[in-house]
């Protein structure tokens, strides 16, 4: 019994390990669309914030939290007019890049994790 619920729980992470190593896109439609991908041992939550329907510009909250040490949570808001886009990365978190854009009422989001590289000789 022992054997096959550890067998079983092998079985589950290796297939989570596969499905988190892509990097994955967000679409965020409408106000208070959101959701959380994690990306480089990062959990990362977005969302459009309310806006008044009249407004052009459109609000995107982010908030990312090591999963290593969940207390070094930060936060990124950006207003983003149609067009926009966005590509970053965060302090203390190497590797590790965000994307945004905003195209008409949608804007997409996406996390990826990228080789560190350091200069030498400077």
């Known amino acids: 019994m022992t054997t096959n619920l550890l067998r079983s ?7 989570l390990a596969g499905t988190t190593a892509a990097a994955e896109t967000v679409t965020l439609d409408r106000p208070l669309a ?3 991908v994690i990306e480089n041992g990062v959990a ?3 969302y459009r914030a309310p806006s008044a329907e009249a407004s052009e510009i459109v609000e ?3 908030t990312y939290a090591p999963l290593a040490a969940p207390e070094r949570t930060g936060r990124v808001v950006m207003q983003m007019a149609e067009g926009d886009s966005a590509s970053f990365g965060l302090p203390g978190l190497p590797g590790l890049k965000l994307d945004f854009t905003r195209d008409a009422e949608t804007v ?3 996390a990826d994790t990228l080789p560190v590289v350091y200069a030498a000789g400077y």
């Open 108 to 110: 997409s989001f996406g």
């Open 60 to 62: 995107v909250v982010a």
């Open 9 to 15: 729980a092998a079985l589950t992470l290796a297939a």
């Open 34 to 36: 959101g959701a959380t």
């Open 44 to 46: 990362i939550s977005v």
